[in-house]
């Protein structure tokens, strides 16, 4: 597994999820890293999160709406610019022609040189956890844009017809939630900022201290010694040149 050294070639940066919260918990201090660098953040959520409650008085109007207010305020923590909600119902995300084409729209519309999503190809994490469907549809959604959709014209040809939406090829792409990381972001100076970003979600988190050391203990680089505590985000890089 190599070091992440490329974030001077990161300018543009589309984050691509299904939920409010995965930015947060799958990479959120990449992000803030990057954004600390200058770079210039786009979120994309495919869903607002509207079944993620047991409130039996809870409703999916009532519910998208606190999400989203909760993605928003946690995106302006973490330095990002600017977030989208594509609105899809949660848990009914499918890698549809429908999706790729909203995904690839908004690609060829923002033209980042980097994107972060879902590794589509984890269905479980370990022997105790089961990949939520939403985050395995949404990354296969994005594979599928980023290439060939986004950059072959004759793809979706009404994109550059009639939006005037040029094809664009994205430089890198970063799957996370993998289980064949081939990459490793140095985010020591980021993990408070990403924990912040969570504590904003107060929907879903009931213990947020017990989040905070969570985060602290599964970012911790084993190899780090005990007087220069290390942390890191993995990935799986793929470079399209």
């Not at 984050?15 to 990449?30: C, K, N, R």
């Not at 600390?36 to 109007?61: N, Q, R, W, Y």
């Not at 119902?89 to 879902?118: A, F, N």
């Not at 090829?169 to 990403?194: F, I, S, W």
Request: net charge negative.
């Amino acid at each position: 597994m190599t070091e992440e050294n490329q974030g001077q070639d990161v300018r543009q940066v589309m984050g691509i999820f299904a939920h409010p919260d995965d930015p947060e918990f799958f990479s959120g201090a990449t992000f803030a890293r990057w954004a600390a660098e200058g770079a210039h953040i786009t979120f994309v959520l495919a869903t607002s999160g509207d079944k993620g409650s047991a409130d039996p008085e809870m409703t999916h109007e009532r519910l998208a709406a606190i999400r989203e207010e909760e993605e928003s305020n946690a995106a302006k923590a973490l330095g990002v610019q600017e977030v989208i909600f594509l609105r899809c119902p949660d848990g009914e995300l499918y890698p549809t022609l429908e999706l790729r084409r909203s995904v690839t729209r908004l690609i060829r519309m923002k033209q980042p040189d980097t994107i972060v999503s879902c590794d589509p190809t984890m269905f479980f994490f370990g022997a105790f956890g089961i990949n939520h469907p939403d985050h395995r549809a949404i990354g296969t959604a994005v594979i599928d844009a980023v290439y060939p959709t986004a950059r072959d014209r004759l793809n979706f040809i009404e994109l550059e017809r009639d939006e005037g939406l040029p094809v664009h090829k994205v430089k890198y792409l970063y799957l996370a939630g993998t289980g064949e990381p081939n990459v490793r972001m140095d985010v020591t100076g980021h993990v408070e900022t990403k924990i912040n970003a969570l504590r904003e979600h107060k929907s879903q988190i009931a213990d947020m201290e017990a989040m905070a050391e969570r985060v602290r203990t599964r970012l911790l680089d084993p190899q780090s010694p005990p007087d220069a505590l290390r942390y890191i985000e993995s990935f799986r890089l793929i470079t399209l040149g």
